[in-house]
DNA sequence: GTCTATATTCCGATAGAC
DNA sequence: GTCTATCGGAATATAGAC
């Protein structure tokens, strides 16, 4: 991994686990093994910085689309609540949540960016759901929009409120968002 | 409103617009027309000054709760949402997304204080819930402190995804958790 | 209670040598 | 590409006068 890389993913680790306003150059530097100085040599402001962790974040969302682009549309659901998962089990949050929290202390681009970024994905669920209700696999009563804004929320929050919790609350949401779009639900006794 | 008080509500209001780490004395300072130093007299640091906002928040959670506890599960929720949909309003997030996405970055104290809050939250809700499946005004097929998470992270997550669509789609998603608890749903075609 | 003044630390950023 | 050195600014915090 090149130096541009790694101040790009080790960025991307410090924003979602400190947050935007939290992490210095320093942090990334330390680590590194180098210089302040020497990451404005890649990246003139942490601006740009910021734009390009959100970059690599959609770049590595594309990948994880064209990996599972020909599985089913519930294979593909897992995949993606999966890497929420992960992501719990780091203690760090999503990179639209933190972002998205620090809004409006961030440059024009940069919220131009992460909303570029939240609309893709928003987009790709839409179209895994619509599949999956095509092909008798996925059961929803809402338009799909709203389906996918459910259920984005859910993992999205679900990262931020179980840090308050236990980790298992996560895994719990994830698994129920799942099993609620199954069409045949067994119904069990709830307490 | 006591000095002490102003200085709670404009921390409260920074928060959860710019995040804790982005919001400085000064900001309150200048508004009150105070100066810097004063903010000290009344918090020792920012931390207690932190606490101080989770409480009240705790504290006009409770009057909520309070006001609307003879009322009917559903309007209970409904007041529930409707302090979302006024944060939405305001462009703003919940403390508990706010400081939760920063929580590496707090005091243990402050963290320990969230905690207690949220769960404060969690368990109102849930009994809420319960309350409402027994008269019959609910329904719902996963446990009930599953559902409740699955409603919070919802409000939690759209105040936070919304900030980068459409306001609309924060208020599709606050109705469409009412909605999908309602035992009489008149499914109609969803495109 | 509120002020002035200041201490201290940290951060983003730049100039210029190597 | 990476460094040293430094600038300018901002933030939390404290001491002490009024």
């Known amino acids: 991994m090149s ?22 150059f320093y942090d990334i530097a330390k680590t590194l093994g180098i210089k302040n100085a020497s990451i404005h040599y890649y990246f003139p402001g942490k601006t740009q910085l910021g734009i390009a962790v959100i970059k690599e974040q959609s770049r590595r969302f594309n990948v994880l689309k064209q990996a599972v682009a020909d599985k089913r549309p519930a294979e593909q659901l897992r995949a993606f609540a999966h890497t929420y998962a992960a992501t719990r089990q780091e203690e760090r949050i999503c990179i639209v949540g933190s972002l998205a929290s620090d809004l409006h202390t961030l440059d024009t681009e940069t919220g131009q960016s992460l909303a570029l970024f939240a609309e893709e994905v928003i987009e790709w669920l839409e179209t895994v759901l619509e ?13 799909t929009r709203t389906k996918a ?24 949401i994830a698994e129920t968002i799942i099993q609620e779009l199954s069409p045949v639900q067994i119904k069990e006794n709830n307490t």
Do not use: C, M
């Open 3 to 24: 130096t541009r890389e790694s101040i790009i993913h080790l960025a991307d680790q410090l924003i979602r686990d400190q947050g935007y306003n939290a992490f210095s």
């Open 149 to 172: 804004l459910l259920i984005i929320t859910n993992l999205l929050g679900g990262l931020q409120l179980t840090r308050l919790t236990q980790p298992q609350d996560f895994y719990t």
């Open 131 to 143: 599949q999956g209700k095509k092909l008798g696999d996925f059961t929803f009563a809402v338009p």
